[in-house]
Nanobody, 127 residues
Framework: QVQLVESGGGLVEPGGSLRLACVAN???????????VGWFRQALGKGREFVAG????????NLADSVKGRFTIARDNTKNTLYLHMNRLKPEDTAVYYC?????????????????WGQGTQVTVSS
């Protein structure tokens, strides 16, 4: 059973916007509101990289330098949903985007939870 389900990816032109969502199901449903969560991405032929993280109550956020000023992370604990608002998209943002629950997303090095991953959603930025 997939316990983190991402949606909202697609094809968008440079400069465009997308909103990704990640919904927690199953056993992760009951702990979502008490855990920090984050977004990662993986471009074709590259490793997975940290994009953004948010604390359990939404009071603290962290964004990778490459997306600061363009992306915003948010959560709605009443809906067990994590969001990534992406604006002014660039071709280099093209990747599969994954959400992760219960890892460490603050400080100099992020440490995703090794098991709590979604299946990913493809974002393609191209004209």
């Amino acid at each position: 059973q997939v316990q983190l389900v991402e949606s909202g990816g697609g094809l968008v032109e440079p400069g465009g916007s997308l909103r990704l969502a990640c919904v927690a199901n199953g056993t992760l449903f009951s702990i979502f509101s008490t855990r920090d969560v984050g977004w990662f991405r993986q471009a074709l032929g590259k490793g997975r990289e940290f994009v953004a993280g948010i604390s359990w109550n939404g009071g603290r956020t962290n964004l990778a330098d490459s997306v600061k000023g363009r992306f915003t992370i948010a959560r709605d604990n009443t809906k067990n949903t994590l969001y990534l608002h992406m604006n002014r998209l660039k071709p280099e943002d093209t990747a599969v985007y994954y959400c992760n629950l219960g890892g460490s997303y603050f400080g100099r090095n992020s440490a995703p939870h090794p098991q709590n991953w979604g299946q990913g959603t493809q974002v393609t930025v191209s004209s």
